[in-house]
């Protein structure tokens, strides 16, 4: 039997396809990386991703997980046989407490000031004390802020740092009493 027509020229190398592409797409494919570290230490790769979420405790399909109900007539409920459908046994509960404890722990304060602007409210509350008006006309003013937004600005910095506010203020007090 002949062979089919056009099938008897070599193999060429082909020099237009990205490789290290290629190779870092078939792996991504082939196993996708779990961010969270409780369900990939749990994860079992023998098993299909619905499959790994039930052990776990986890809703594959939140659609399915709580249905939303639809206004119906009543209908009467019957078992069948004492089975009950749907329910599943959770055989890694450890991975749901773990997700919920850190669920649990309080959010960190990601809010901070520039350096800069604490330098700059402390020199203006050092030099001016309480008055607005002379920290509007001051020469470290550079941003020509009113005396409003120089307020603003103090208020901000008492809620962001409280303890270091109170700290700058008894050592301010400290001077005035030094200097007397």
């Known amino acids: 039997m002949p062979k089919a027509k056009g099938k008897n020229r070599r193999q060429k190398f082909g020099y237009s396809v990205n490789r290290k ?37 986890l809703a594959a399909d939140p659609n399915k997980a709580i249905p939303i109900r639809k206004r119906q007539l009543p209908v009467m409920e019957m078992e069948v046989d004492g089975q009950d459908k749907g329910k599943r046994v959770v055989q890694k509960p450890y991975v749901l407490d773990e997700l919920e404890y850190e669920a649990s722990l309080p959010e960190k304060k990601s809010e901070t000031l520039s350096r800069d602007l604490i330098d700059y409210v402390q020199y203006m509350i050092r030099n001016h004390g309480e008055n607005y008006k002379d920290m509007a006309r001051d020469e470290k003013n550079y941003y020509q802020d009113t005396p409003k937004q120089i307020k603003r600005k103090i208020s901000v910095y008492k809620r962001f740092y409280p303890e270091e506010f109170q700290a700058f203020t008894a050592s301010l007090q400290q001077v005035k009493i030094d200097q007397q």
Do not use: Y
């Open 21 to 57: 592409r290629l190779n870092r797409q078939s792996r991504k494919r082939a196993a996708p990386r779990i961010e969270c570290s409780h369900i990939r230490h749990a994860w079992d790769r023998t098993k299909s991703v619905s499959r790994n979420l039930a052990e776990m405790g």
